[in-house]
Structures are given as C-alpha cells and as structure tokens.
C-alpha cells in the first residue's frame, strides 16, 4: 500500500476511535514516537506553534508536551521562535521544524525526462537536476541517480544532517508506453523485469521508496499546496500522459485496488463524438506529436526552465481541445463526488497551466449542469515539479510525520467550531 496510507495501518486502536471523536496522542509509554510524529506533523501544517496550543490540539497534558518537545529540540528537529508577549503569565514561544535537520531526495522517472530534487525539513526545495532522453533506460536512470545524489548531497551545509532517503515517482509500467515515445521495438522492455528501487538501493546508503508518479504529485499538493485549502479536491497532472488523485477529508484516496484517480481512463467524448479515453486526447504527448510533425525540437517541451513561446500556434490549439475534454472528465467525476474544488497543474509553464483552467472552467460551464454543484478549477500550487517533490515527501512522512490523522483532527476541530 502506499505510504500515504500506511499512516492509516499505523494507528491500530487510534484510527478506531476516529468515528467517535477527534484523534488524540496519547500519554503511554509505548505512544511515545507516535506523539512525536504527531507534534512534528501539527508544527509542520501550520508553520509554528506553541506548547499549549499542541497541548489544546491533541488532548495531551502540558507536561508530555513539554517532555515530547524538549526531546524533539534535544535532537535538533525543532528551533525556538522569538517569544509572544502580551499575555497574562509567562510568555509563549513557538516551536517551528529546523529545515536543516533532515533531507530527502526525490526522483522523478518520467517517459521523456527525469528530475531529481532536494527538499529540506520543511518541504522547501533545495535543488533540482534533470536530464531528458528519447526514452529511460535503466542503466542511465541508475547512473543520474547516483551521480545526481552526489551533487546535490554537496547542497546541504549541516554536517549532522540525516538524510530520511530516496522516494522515487514513477508511471506504472512504463514498458507500454514503447510505441508511444519512439523507442525502437523492445528497448524498453527492460523495466518489465527490474525492481528499481532494490537496484537504487544496493547502491545508496539509505532507504528507497517507490510511488505512482500522479499519485506522488497529488500528495505534493496534498502537503506543499491546496491541501491546505480544501478538504475534498479532484487533482489531474498533465505529463507526457494525464492522471490524477483523489484527496477526501485532507487525505489522498487510493481506492479498493490502487486506482482512484485513475483519469487517463476515463472515457470522454472525442472528436467525433466517439468514446475515447482521456489520456488519448488531453495528454502533452499529442502536443508532442504536433511539434514533431511540423518540425520543432520537441525536447524545448521538456527542458528546464521551460520557455513554450515559440511554438504557440500549436499550443493553443493544444490548450483548446484539452480543456474541452478535460472539462468533460470533471463533471463526471463531480456527479459522483461532491468535490470542492479540481486542481489542475502539469509539467508545463505556469502561463501554460494559467490559461488551461481558465479555458477548463470556461468549457465546463458550457455543459449540462443540471443537478451538479461544479467544483472551483484552480491551478496547483506545486507545479510541474510535483512528482519529483511528491517523491521526496514520501522518506519524511515514512520516518517522522503522521499527518493524515492531524488533518483529520484538524477538520473534526473545524467542524465543532
């Protein structure tokens, strides 16, 4: 399962109490690094707080939280902020994450390019190196892994930094895609067989995760950006093929096998008025394919930092037909889920992603919404580093954060209120 929701099978006897009531810590002995990552995940979701105010949030006595953060500071996990004064008794100060206690690598393995990112403590990237390809091969994803590490690692000041590991977004068998990137008959068929986190970790000294490449840009938006903002939200990526998430109650919906959000299926109404499926007709490959066709250097599409100026007679028409379409997808996923908003980014310019949600939302109003509240189209707030920072989200989370029961507590306490 994944580590999004492994918190879930974490709590055991916790989550069970989660239909009676907030969740709270608990002041066992056997809890302990339970409530730690409890206090860190609080302090992460809102930026500082003090020991009272973890203490009101979580039930836990004044002193446990005094004990659990007097530890968590011992091991330079938390810094002190400047005290707030003003109050009757004694002052209160803030504890805040220390970004340069712990680092996290992501990598994001994609069909025409693959990133590698650095983030620090507090989510906040510290470093991004990338290289483009006709297609990935294994062994040259291995060697821009570790050779790309060893840059990076050079980033990082603190000499008693520890490194929480490598999460790496990837697509779901990325061998069936052959055809469609160019790759000459059976290049790729090498990742049918390689477990590319087992080869990742013979060759790094800590550990190595692995997600759905949509699947770890949603929770990059889940924790870096409008998760913050909406309980419920449909998330669509757009890369070289669309997909997407589901976030309910502030957390990332997988479903019965894995595939919730699995937009690239939806079927949807093309050109003549045939069902397609929606990864045929709102993905960055069909703008790929254009720009070959007339010519162009599609590799402009995915270089770092991206420019898409001198090819916009085509993306316009791209950005027509996906909106179209897209538009198409979100109001039948709203008639079966009330959600507050779609968020929509991809791996394009923020200019690019603008005019696709303002064109997303004109189209969706265009269409019969008869007994349909229409969700808000927004633009992620991540961008089109999302899976590789989604990447990186996942060590952190895995070894010091519990966050989707303090979203939850965070919604029951907004919801008593």
């Given at each position: 399962?994944?580590?999004?929701?492994?918190?879930?099978?974490?709590?055991?006897?916790?989550?069970?109490?989660?239909?009676?009531?907030?969740?709270?810590?608990?002041?066992?002995q056997g809890m302990r690094a339970y409530n730690e990552r409890l206090v860190l995940s609080l302090i992460r979701r809102h930026g500082a707080l003090a020991k009272a105010d973890i203490a009101r949030r979580t039930g836990l006595s004044a002193q446990t939280v005094s004990v659990i953060m007097?530890?968590?500071?011992?091991?330079?996990?938390?810094?002190?902020?400047?005290?707030?004064?003003?109050?009757?008794?004694?002052?209160?100060?803030?504890?805040?994450?220390?970004?340069?206690?712990?680092?996290?690598?992501?990598?994001k393995l994609g069909r025409r390019s693959s990133d590698l990112t650095l983030i620090d403590f507090a989510g906040a990237e510290r470093g991004t190196l990338q290289q483009t390809y006709a297609f990935p091969t294994v062994e040259g994803i291995l060697k821009f892994t570790h050779e790309g590490i060893a840059e990076l690692s050079r980033r990082i000041r603190n000499p008693d930094a520890r490194i929480a590991g490598l999460g790496i977004a990837a697509p779901y068998e990325l061998w069936n895609w052959a055809d469609e990137v160019g790759a000459p008959d059976g290049a790729m068929d090498e990742w049918r067989h390689i477990d590319l986190a087992a080869e990742l970790s013979a060759l790094l000294?800590?550990?190595?995760?692995?997600?759905?490449?949509?699947?770890a840009a949603c929770g990059a938006e889940l924790l870096l950006g409008r998760g913050r903002t909406y309980a419920d939200f449909l998330y669509v990526f757009i890369g070289s093929f669309i997909g997407g998430g589901v976030v309910?109650?502030?957390?990332l919906y997988a479903g019965r096998s894995g595939n919730a959000g699995a937009l690239g299926s939806m079927p949807v109404a093309g050109p003549d008025g045939r069902p397609v499926q929606l990864i045929d007709v709102a993905s960055l490959f069909t703008l790929e394919r254009a720009l070959k066709q007339a010519g162009g250097d599609v590799r402009l599409l995915w270089r770092l930092p991206q420019d898409w100026s001198g090819f916009a007679p085509m993306v316009d028409q791209w950005l027509a037909t996906t909106a179209h379409h897209l538009a198409q997808a979100i109001v039948a996923a709203s008639a079966v889920i009330d959600f507050?908003?779609?968020?929509?980014?991809?791996?394009?310019?923020?200019?690019?992603?603008?005019?696709?949600?303002?064109m997303t939302h004109a189209a969706m109003l265009k269409l019969d919404l008869q007994g349909l509240a229409p969700p808000q189209v927004v633009e992620?707030?991540?961008?089109?580093g999302a899976r590789a920072m989604g990447g990186a989200c996942l060590p952190l989370f895995r070894r010091f954060?519990?966050?989707?029961d303090v979203l939850l507590k965070e919604v029951l306490d907004a919801e008593g209120t």
């Open positions: 399962m994944a580590v999004w929701v492994e918190h879930m099978e974490l709590q055991g006897e916790q989550q069970e109490r989660m239909s009676a009531g907030p969740v709270r810590g608990s002041s066992q007097r530890a968590l500071e011992a091991d330079r996990l938390l810094l002190r902020e400047a005290p707030l004064r003003g109050r009757v008794g004694q002052p209160s100060i803030p504890m805040r994450l220390n970004p340069d206690a712990v680092f996290s690598y992501g990598l000294p800590f550990d190595v995760m692995m997600e759905n490449d949509a699947t309910l109650d502030h957390a507050s908003a779609c968020v929509i980014d991809g791996a394009f310019p923020p200019d690019v992603r603008a005019r696709l949600v303002a992620g707030a991540v961008g089109a954060l519990l966050d989707r």
